[in-house]
């Protein structure tokens, strides 16, 4: 049994009189890909903010290897290096080339060396396919690549855990393939723990070892990847993979 490195009790979120994260449970152990499935307004977006304190939320608990979270500014900033997140508008620094939207958060925030970090991103930018983009701006970048270098933004900090915000929802079509790939390389290949919301089913079906499913900030389904697909327990979820095209 691997370690647990997330867990969550009993969360609650409120947007004024509108509840909408209801009691949410569930834990993530290391090296396992947990999905967000569910209707667009489930909170599974709101959910996964919650996780590195870019929503607050209003009672609960979240423990990371064990230990509570004091939500807090500072205690946040500290949990954000190890809590990485890709979000679907890719939030880039347009008057940064590439290297330096890379290397900005670990020499400044970690302190760690340049010319370490800038030996790194040249290797994560070949495994992505971008080695030759190090001094192109965002600007200049398809979604597929600006996308690609926001998740090589993520991975430099060394994140435990990696959290994906649909981050497929703005690309063409031909551009969703190869960041789903990245993301299957790095569940499969490297077993790195990760949280994903995404309406790409296949992709899901593929890599969840554990899937949420959601609706009206309620968990109605909390189950292994393969029984979720395979035979959901609920009417609702059994609906909602009927409508999806895969």
């Known amino acids: 049994m691997t370690k647990e490195i997330l867990r969550v009790e009993n969360l609650n979120k409120y947007y004024g009189d509108r509840h909408v994260l209801h009691d949410i449970n569930f834990t993530l152990r290391e090296g396992e890909v947990l999905t967000l499935l569910g209707p667009s307004g489930s909170g599974k977006s709101t959910l996964i903010r919650c996780l590195n304190g870019l929503e607050e939320y209003n009672d609960g608990a979240i423990y990371f290897k064990?230990?509570?979270?004091t939500p807090s500014a500072k205690n946040w900033q500290k949990l954000r290096q190890k809590i990485g997140m890709v979000f679907q508008s890719y939030d880039l620094?347009?008057?940064?080339?590439?290297?330096?939207n890379i290397l900005l958060?670990?020499?400044k925030v970690q302190k760690r060396p340049e010319e370490e970090v800038k030996k790194e991103a040249e290797?994560?930018?070949a495994r992505v396919g971008l080695t030759g983009y190090v001094d192109s701006y965002p600007r200049e970048l398809s979604g597929g690549q600006k996308q690609r270098i926001a998740i090589v933004r993520a991975l430099a900090m060394h994140p435990e855990v990696m959290l994906f915000d649909e981050v497929t929802a703005s690309l063409d079509p031909e551009k969703v393939r190869g960041v789903l790939q990245i993301m299957t390389n790095l569940a499969k290949e490297e077993h790195k723990t990760m949280i994903i919301v995404t309406h790409e089913m296949n992709f899901a079906r593929q890599i969840a070892d554990q899937v949420l499913f959601l609706e009206n900030g309620q968990i109605l389904e909390n189950t292994p990847g393969k029984d979720f697909f395979a035979q959901p327990q609920t009417a609702r979820a059994r609906a909602f993979l009927a409508s999806m095209d895969f």
């Open 123 to 125: 290797k994560l930018l």
């Open 66 to 69: 064990n230990q509570k979270v």
């Open 105 to 107: 958060a670990p020499t």
């Open 93 to 100: 620094f347009p008057n940064l080339t590439v290297m330096e």
